[in-house]
Protein backbone atom coordinates (compact mmCIF):
# COMPACT_ATOMS: atom_id res chain seq x y z
CA UNK A 1 0.00 0.00 0.00
CA UNK A 2 2.62 2.60 1.07
CA UNK A 3 5.92 3.04 3.04
CA UNK A 4 6.16 4.42 6.30
CA UNK A 5 8.92 7.56 6.95
CA UNK A 6 11.78 6.65 7.66
CA UNK A 7 13.02 4.82 4.09
CA UNK A 8 15.98 3.13 6.10
CA UNK A 9 13.41 0.68 7.51
CA UNK A 10 12.49 -2.42 5.06
CA UNK A 11 8.86 -2.41 6.26
CA UNK A 12 5.79 -1.55 4.43
CA UNK A 13 2.25 -1.11 4.98
CA UNK A 14 0.06 -3.45 3.68
CA UNK A 15 -3.78 -4.11 3.46
CA UNK A 16 -5.25 -7.36 2.98
CA UNK A 17 -8.81 -8.03 2.09
CA UNK A 18 -10.08 -7.84 5.64
CA UNK A 19 -9.37 -4.48 5.74
CA UNK A 20 -6.54 -4.68 8.39
CA UNK A 21 -3.81 -2.43 8.39
CA UNK A 22 -0.19 -4.74 8.69
CA UNK A 23 3.34 -3.77 8.73
CA UNK A 24 5.30 -6.11 6.68
CA UNK A 25 8.93 -6.77 6.01
CA UNK A 26 9.61 -5.64 2.18
CA UNK A 27 12.20 -8.27 2.15
CA UNK A 28 9.73 -11.69 2.97
CA UNK A 29 8.19 -13.57 -0.16
CA UNK A 30 4.42 -14.68 0.51
CA UNK A 31 1.48 -14.68 -1.04
CA UNK A 32 -1.08 -12.67 0.03
CA UNK A 33 -4.74 -12.89 -0.79
CA UNK A 34 -7.45 -15.34 -1.98
CA UNK A 35 -7.14 -18.98 -3.99
CA UNK A 36 -8.08 -18.05 -7.33
CA UNK A 37 -9.97 -22.08 -8.39
CA UNK A 38 -12.14 -22.75 -5.08
CA UNK A 39 -13.35 -25.62 -7.19
CA UNK A 40 -10.44 -27.14 -8.08
CA UNK A 41 -10.16 -29.97 -5.99
CA UNK A 42 -13.99 -30.75 -6.17
CA UNK A 43 -14.29 -31.56 -9.62
CA UNK A 44 -14.61 -35.01 -10.62
CA UNK A 45 -12.73 -37.31 -12.50
CA UNK A 46 -14.92 -38.01 -15.80
CA UNK A 47 -13.05 -42.01 -16.36
CA UNK A 48 -10.40 -44.33 -14.21
CA UNK A 49 -7.70 -43.24 -16.95
CA UNK A 50 -7.87 -39.36 -15.65
CA UNK A 51 -7.15 -41.03 -12.29
CA UNK A 52 -3.83 -42.26 -13.50
CA UNK A 53 -2.87 -39.12 -15.34
CA UNK A 54 -2.77 -37.70 -12.10
CA UNK A 55 -0.11 -40.23 -10.55
CA UNK A 56 -2.79 -42.09 -8.17
CA UNK A 57 -2.70 -45.98 -8.29
CA UNK A 58 -5.90 -47.98 -7.45
CA UNK A 59 -5.75 -49.25 -4.12
CA UNK A 60 -6.09 -53.09 -3.84
CA UNK A 61 -6.59 -54.75 -0.30
CA UNK A 62 -4.08 -57.33 0.69
CA UNK A 63 -6.83 -59.87 1.64
CA UNK A 64 -7.56 -60.21 -2.07
CA UNK A 65 -3.95 -60.76 -3.18
CA UNK A 66 -2.33 -63.99 -3.80
CA UNK A 67 0.30 -65.08 -0.77
CA UNK A 68 2.96 -64.21 -2.51
CA UNK A 69 1.80 -61.07 -3.29
CA UNK A 70 0.96 -59.68 0.39
CA UNK A 71 1.53 -61.23 3.66
CA UNK A 72 -2.44 -61.06 3.88
CA UNK A 73 -3.10 -62.58 1.13
CA UNK A 74 -4.66 -66.38 0.13
CA UNK A 75 -6.23 -68.83 2.39
CA UNK A 76 -9.13 -71.11 1.42
CA UNK A 77 -13.08 -69.29 1.79
CA UNK A 78 -11.46 -66.04 2.23
CA UNK A 79 -14.16 -63.08 3.03
CA UNK A 80 -14.02 -60.53 0.68
CA UNK A 81 -15.76 -57.45 2.76
Do not use: Y
Amino acid sequence: MKEPAPPTLSLRLVRPPSGVEKLIDSRCRATIGRVSNLNHGARKLRKAGQSRWLDRRPIVRGVAMNPVDHPHGGGVGASFN
